[in-house]
């Protein structure tokens, strides 16, 4: 089955840091991506799409200068949190879609947990 | 504005029983809905995809419906098991472009 690998799974670092996470489709190529942050007890909230080679479209309310998305290859995304403070600590999920169809499932990594002390 | 709707309440039901999981919508059109699983501490798993024009799907043990009249969709889970404890979320695609909203998922705790 299509595999999408997220990583770090943790990462707790200082205020100010800026914070990169990838993620990765293993076994097909994934032509969008898609970015999402979860605070405890809530669901999956959509940050921004990412296509490869393109520009990432942002969420309204979402920083774009904040969390800078790049997406350089059909297996490959990155987040990077940029300058990352403590309301910045929470979940970040990625999925992926292997199919270009729009009613395919996504494939989701299994998230990033970050901590901004 | 637009809602989706999940009991955030946690749903116990003791093991061999039908777990069924409600998921409102209003003020959507959607094409079709999907449910998810997910564990703590994990991303969501896909389990199903129901489009407007079916009435209900079924895997194994899972079955969906969707009544695009009442705006809502059951999820069900025959014969459940311990193993089938976690929060499940339904999500409903936008747009063509399969940007999915989710709902806020419920929690199913099935007891031995």
């Known amino acids: 089955g299509a595999v999408v690998s997220q990583h770090p799974s943790w990462v707790i670092c200082k205020s100010g840091t800026s914070v990169k996470i990838e993620c990765r489709s293993l076994?097909?190529?994934?032509?969008?991506m898609f970015w999402y942050r979860q605070f405890p007890k809530q669901s999956l909230m959509l940050m921004a799409t990412s296509n490869e080679g393109s520009k990432a479209t942002y969420e309204q309310g979402v920083e774009k200068d904040k969390f800078l998305i790049n997406h350089a290859s059909l297996t490959l995304s990155t987040l990077t949190v940029t300058s990352a403070h403590p309301e910045d600590s929470s979940f970040y999920i990625c999925?992926?879609?292997?199919?270009?169809?729009?009613?395919?499932?996504?494939?989701f990594g299994d998230g990033t947990r970050l901590s901004i002390l | 504005s637009q809602k989706i709707e999940q009991n955030s309440e946690a749903l116990n039901i003791q093991e061999g029983k039908t777990a069924t999981l409600t998921c409102n919508y209003t003020?959507?059109?959607?094409?079709?809905l999907q449910w998810y699983r997910q564990d703590p501490g994990r991303g969501p798993v896909f389990l199903l995809l129901i489009r407007e024009n079916e009435k209900e799907k079924r895997k194994e043990r899972l079955k969906v419906t969707f009544d695009t009249t009442l705006k809502q969709s059951l999820f069900h889970i025959t014969a459940s098991q311990p193993a089938d404890s976690a929060t499940y979320l339904c999500?409903?695609?936008?747009?063509?472009?399969?940007?999915?909203?989710f709902g806020g998922g419920t929690r199913l705790m099935v007891k031995p």
């Open positions: 003020n959507y059109s959607p094409a079709y």
């Open positions: 076994d097909f190529q994934a032509t969008t």
């Open positions: 999500a409903l695609a936008r747009n063509a472009g399969n940007m999915l909203t």
């Open positions: 999925s992926a879609r292997e199919s270009p169809n729009s009613n395919q499932p996504q494939h």
